[in-house]
């Protein structure tokens, strides 16, 4: 008896819905949610000797995974608090990392000096 060929099913791919973040469960942690999770890490850390474009193409695409994140706060929050000292982080690298928590120290010197209360914030 001849069976007819066999066929490849084809998957289609399902988008994952999105909880907001107010929906979300309080106690689970920011990270589950991470879109970095489903995607390669060497994208978020340099391998060592990368060549400068390279390394600007890398961060690059791993700016556009951060930007679709809906936990791109909580992780660049993360980043800033730690501080984590290499790799894209909240859509930040480590340079642009040291830039903001450098406005941060200014600024709370600032309002410090004036009297002012501190504020917290980008």
Known sequence: M?????QS???TAVPQ???PVRDRDQDAPWHTE????????GLFFAPSKEPTAARLAREEAAKRVCAR??????CREHAL????????????TAAERRVVLARRRRRDVEL???????????
Do not use: I, M
Not at 2 to 6: I, S
Not at 69 to 74: D, Q, Y
């Open 9 to 11: 099913l084809q998957v």
């Open 69 to 74: 994140c809906p936990v791109l706060v909580e």
């Open 34 to 41: 991470a879109v970095c999770r489903r995607d390669e890490a």
């Open 17 to 19: 819905q999105r909880v």
């Open 81 to 92: 608090l730690q501080p984590e000292p290499y790799g894209v982080w909240g859509g930040l």
């Open 112 to 122: 410090k000096n004036t009297g002012r209360p501190v504020a917290a914030a980008g």
């Open 2 to 6: 001849l069976h007819p060929p066999h």
